[in-house]
């Protein structure tokens, strides 16, 4: 571990780096980016915000009092733990028993299983696709899955599951907002004369808020700031918004992105020494 430090804190000096993330989830990353020699900026491109209106909460409270009709529940984020505990500990002393309990990711599952569920994740590239690829979602005939979730979320993992031969239901427990202040933040954002700038988003909507956002007036050179994102996916979402230097990171824990970060900045480093 010593050494992991050692060589972030080499690679990060000199970097500047505006976090996106919903400011009660941007801690651990700011800390890391900080331990690691980089400057941090804080522009919140995404929040949570808990589902209040009478008809939704009600369709919430009617899946988890038929959660024991369920063989599958999915939960697809942190937030969708947090949630879903609130409100299985209102109506569920005792968790049903028979139920396959899956997350999307490997924080999703740690933290259901700080919860006191026997929980399955699928950690590695922390997306839909990869948990498609367990066992026990391959073959689903009749099965019922309920899939925890913020509102309108990205449909493919629904659609396969019901292509396999499940039945899917839906628990939407909130929503995903564009705060207020945004824009503001980044028309009068001002980076540090000393400092390389580097944008990072944890998630493609969080990414799209941001380009939403950018200044008309110097949208172009903000698209020519280096932008750090997770996975695949992500990163041709960046491209097609027109970023033109994308740094894709495995997935969205703080450990994928920082290690993205540290090799593209030592390749970085390693060119300048070598055109010297």
């Known amino acids: 571990m010593g050494n992991k430090v050692s060589a972030s804190t080499l690679a990060l000096q000199g970097l500047e780096v505006l976090i996106t993330r919903p400011s009660n989830q941007s801690g651990e990353w700011q800390t890391a980016l900080e331990a690691g020699g980089a400057k941090t900026r804080l522009a919140p491109m995404l929040e949570i915000e808990p589902v209040e209106d009478k008809a939704g909460r009600q369709a919430i409270k009617d899946k988890i009092l038929e959660l024991d009709q ?21 109506y569920w002393p005792q968790l049903p028993v028979g139920i ?29 696709e990869t948990l498609l690829e367990l066992n026990c979602l391959k073959s689903l005939n009749l099965q019922k ?4 979730r913020g509102c309108g979320g990205r ?65 172009q050179h903000w698209l020519a700031i280096p932008v750090l994102v997770p996975g695949g996916r992500v990163a041709e979402q960046a491209r097609e918004a027109g970023f033109t230097r994308v740094i894709s990171a495995e997935n969205a824990t703080t450990h994928s992105m920082l290690q993205a970060l540290v090799r593209w900045r030592q390749s970085n480093l390693d060119g300048k020494r070598n055109s010297l």
């Open 70 to 90: 369920y063989h599958s529940a999915i939960f697809v984020s942190q937030n969708a733990v947090t949630y879903a505990c609130q409100w299985i500990d209102q």
């Open 100 to 128: 396959n309990w899956l997350a999307v990711g490997g924080k999703t599952g740690e933290l259901l299983q700080s919860e006191g569920f026997d929980a399955k994740a699928a950690d590695r590239a922390m997306n839909s």
């Open 145 to 148: 899955i309920l899939i925890f």
């Open 155 to 219: 449909p493919l993992l629904g659609q396969v599951l019901q292509e396999r031969g499940a039945s899917v239901d839906y628990c939407e427990m909130y929503h995903r907002v564009l705060p207020q202040e945004a824009k503001h933040r980044l028309e009068s954002l001002e980076w540090s004369r000393d400092s390389e700038p580097l944008l990072s988003a944890h998630s493609g909507e969080s990414l799209k808020n941001l380009r939403d956002c950018l200044p008309a007036a110097s949208a």
